[in-house]
């Protein structure tokens, strides 16, 4: 399984970015879908999830600003990014937990960098 993710650039803040996060591969079912990112010099920490019913969970720093949605037919999340700030500045990594014929495992796309200008 693969995962691709694309959409970030640079954007001034108060501006908008829109990220998206496509699997690939022996894939029998998403479960849970979901963006993270990590600051400069910081760790990783969770920006949305997503359920397979829908059901969604933001960090309160993006709660109103970003809204993260998933097309399990397509096997895509994508996570709108609006008022952006210079603080979201971060590499964002999508990350799905997907059953295979096998087993089921955590995957994480390759990392898209956003960057926001005050």
């Known amino acids: 399984v693969q995962l691709q993710a694309s959409g970030g650039g640079l954007v001034q803040a108060g501006g908008s970015l829109r990220l998206s996060c496509e699997a690939s591969?022996?894939?029998?079912?998403?479960?849970?879908m979901g963006w993270y990112r990590q600051p400069p010099g910081k760790q990783r920490e969770l920006v949305a999830v997503i359920t397979t019913g829908g059901y969604t969970n933001y960090a309160d720093s993006v709660k109103g600003r970003f809204t993260i949605s998933r097309d399990s037919a397509k096997n895509t999340v994508a996570l709108q990014m609006n008022s952006l700030k210079p603080e979201d500045t971060a590499v964002y990594y999508c990350k799905m937990t997907v059953r295979d014929y096998y087993a089921v495992n955590d995957y994480w796309g390759q990392g898209t960098q956003v960057t926001v200008s005050s």
């Open positions: 591969g022996s894939i029998v079912r998403i479960n849970g």
